[in-house]
């Protein structure tokens, strides 16, 4: 099963306006990522945020983690049509090798 | 100047063949992943490997195996190739224990 579950699996929006994406998680963590893929291409590393972080913020992304909940959400502020794609969280255990555990993504539309 | 570089691209086989994919990082990371995407984007961890460890995901079939010549490459070889094996499988590279991973474009498999 996977360890991250993204919710909602599909989101469209108008160009300009916020997405919203979360994520929730089972097991205890070192570190929670987000990536993006683009249809046909390879995930995209889009930040990282430590389990011991609340809050972290780059360009219009901004990623919170409630390690009590188990739970972390990506917002995307005022989308463009380039954001169409789908985003994944990924869960950095506490075992060796940082092997990630990735959800089932967000398949996020912007509509122009 | 590829960051993280697979080959081939794509690849149609015949079941019961023997095939390999190659990986190659110019980052000079430490860490090397093999994931498998299936049909419906779930990405699951096949294995990790640095200079001092190879980790495999147990679930993996030991028709897989990772051959790593040198810390820059982590070639995937699969045997008996069988019909659920058809994937998009990504080659991925960090540094450290708990950094972002740089990922490549993907080898699509279809074996049929």
């Known amino acids: 099963s996977q360890q991250g579950e993204e919710d909602p699996q599909a989101l469209s929006i108008q160009e300009g306006e916020n997405a919203t994406m979360n994520c929730s998680y089972k097991?205890?963590?070192?570190?929670l990522q987000w990536y993006r893929q683009n249809s046909g291409r390879g995930l995209v590393h889009l930040i990282l945020i430590r389990s011991n972080e609340r809050e972290k913020h780059s360009g219009r992304l901004r990623v919170t983690l409630d390690t009590s909940k188990k739970s972390s959400s990506l917002l995307i502020t005022a989308s463009r049509a380039a954001d169409t794609a789908s985003y994944f969280c990924?869960?950095?255990?506490?075992?060796?090798?940082?092997?990630?555990?990735f959800g089932g993504g967000t398949r996020l539309m912007v509509k122009p | 100047d590829t960051a993280v570089s697979q080959t081939p691209k794509y690849l149609v086989t015949q079941m019961g063949n023997d095939k390999s994919i190659k990986c190659e990082q110019n980052l000079g990371h430490d860490t090397m992943y093999w994931y498998k995407q299936d049909s419906k984007k779930f990405l699951k961890i096949m294995f990790s490997y640095n200079n001092k460890e190879l980790i495999i995901n147990e679930t993996v079939p030991n028709r897989f195996s990772p051959k790593s010549p040198d810390k820059a490459h982590l070639n995937l070889h699969i045997n008996s190739l069988e019909l659920g094996d058809s994937a998009v499988y990504f080659c991925?590279?960090?540094?450290?224990?708990?950094?972002?991973?740089?990922f490549g474009s993907g080898t699509r498999l279809t074996v049929v």
């Open positions: 097991t205890s963590i070192n570190n």
């Open positions: 990924a869960t950095g255990g506490l075992n060796a090798g940082n092997m990630l555990t």
């Open positions: 991925a590279s960090s540094q450290g224990n708990s950094g972002g991973y740089t």
